[in-house]
Antibody, heavy 117, light 106 residues
Framework: QVQLKESGPGLVQPSQTLSLTCTVS????????VHWVRQPPGKGLEWMGR???????SYNSALKSRLSISRDTSKNQVFLKMNSLQTDDTGTYYC???????????WGQGASVTVSS | DTVLTQSPALAVSPGERVTISCRAS??????MHWYQQKPGQQPTLLIY???NLESGVPARFSGSGSGTDFTLTIDPVEADDTATYYC?????????FGGGTKLELK
């Protein structure tokens, strides 16, 4: 059974760094790409970036200067780090699996992040 | 970036047929997918590659289109279909989503 689960602090202070972990099960990180997608409260979805099966990364240019995605295949985990957080970074952060036909067929439950002092 | 435009909201009665449109600012071939998001839940995949039904999704859902114009159809609509529907393209980076169409049942 394919599962993804995000974890991390629910509250981050402005200008600080957000660190989230996506722990996956039911598939291998060396066979599938994993993406990060976020959603501000009451708004739409924004693609942030991907960790490819071979370890390469791609980022949304709008976030590239602040964003880093990495992984630990031995722990089945993908990490997101984003610095210089502001209030408009508040929202729910999802990790997703990409499968054949470049579709995101599995999503985590999401991690709610609030940026506030 | 490829901009995807959706109508913001629709209201239909159960049993009716509804079409939700998505227009891309440039051609994305058939690399268009549709997701359903119910309140408080993560999105789930309905349709991939414009017209392919994801496993486990009811056949009431269908998709069509190519290039810049795409449609998600629900026929017949059921009460459980109350949700926001997003189109998403994976033709080029950054992957982008439409703004979402909120479907309400009368």
């Amino acid at each position: 059974q394919v599962q993804l689960k995000e974890s991390g602090p629910g509250l981050v202070q402005p200008s600080q760094t957000l660190s989230l972990t996506c722990t996956v099960s039911g598939f291998s990180l060396t066979s599938y790409n994993v993406h990060w997608v976020r959603q501000p409260p009451g708004k739409g979805l924004e693609w942030m970036g991907r960790m490819r099966y071979n370890g390469d990364t791609s980022y949304n240019s709008a976030l590239k200067s602040r964003l880093s995605i990495s992984r630990d295949t031995s722990k089945n985990q993908v990490f997101l780090k984003m610095n210089s957080l502001q209030t408009d970074d508040t929202g729910t952060y999802y990790c997703t699996r990409e499968t054949i036909a470049a579709r995101m067929d599995a999503w985590g439950q999401g991690a709610s992040v609030t940026v506030s002092s | 970036d490829t901009v995807l435009t959706q109508s913001p909201a629709l209201a239909v009665s159960p049993g009716e047929r509804v079409t939700i449109s998505c227009r891309a600012s440039e051609s994305v071939s058939t690399l268009m997918h549709w997701y359903q998001q119910k309140p408080g839940q993560q999105p789930t995949l309905l349709i991939y590659l414009a017209s392919n039904l994801e496993s486990g999704v009811p056949a009431r859902f269908s998709g069509s289109g190519s290039g810049t114009d795409f449609t998600l159809t629900i026929d017949p609509v059921e009460a459980d279909d109350t949700a926001t529907y997003y189109c998403q393209q994976s033709w080029n980076d950054p992957w982008t989503f439409g703004g979402g169409t909120k479907l309400e049942l009368k």
